[in-house]
Nanobody, 114 residues
Framework: VQLQASGGGLVQAGGSLRLSCSAS????????MAWYRQAPGKQRELVAI???????NYADSVKGRFIISRDNAKNTVYLQMDSLKPEDTAVYYC?????????WGLGTQVTVSS
């Protein structure tokens, strides 16, 4: 399984970005797709997660601002990020958990200027 993320970039505070991540290879139906992020000097943290059935959970810091979604037919997960803040600056990684294994994309940089 390979994950390819896109959509990162530089945006001013209050702006929006949409991340996409497509998974290639064989993935079973019952999987979890998620976005994590890692800021400089900090541990990687879960941002949002969505099950194949559509159940979602978010980190408290992004609730009300970020929306995770997925297209099962395309094996793609999205992260719509609105009202971005400088503290959202990080490398964002997509993740698939399936078959007791974690698969990671290479990450995409999101930088929010104040």
């Amino acid at each position: 399984v390979q994950l390819q993320a896109s959509g990162g970039g530089l945006v001013q505070a209050g702006g929006s970005l949409r991340l996409s991540c497509s998974a290639s290879g064989s993935i079973g139906l019952n999987n979890l797709m998620a976005w994590y992020r890692q800021a400089p000097g900090k541990q990687r943290e879960l941002v949002a997660i969505v099950s194949s059935g559509g159940g979602k959970n978010y980190a408290d810091s992004v609730k009300g601002r970020f929306i995770i979604s997925r297209d099962n037919a395309k094996n793609t997960v999205y992260l719509q990020m609105d009202s971005l803040k400088p503290e959202d600056t990080a490398v964002y990684y997509c993740n698939v958990f399936w078959g007791a294994l974690n698969y990671w994309g290479l990450g995409t940089q999101v930088t929010v200027s104040s």
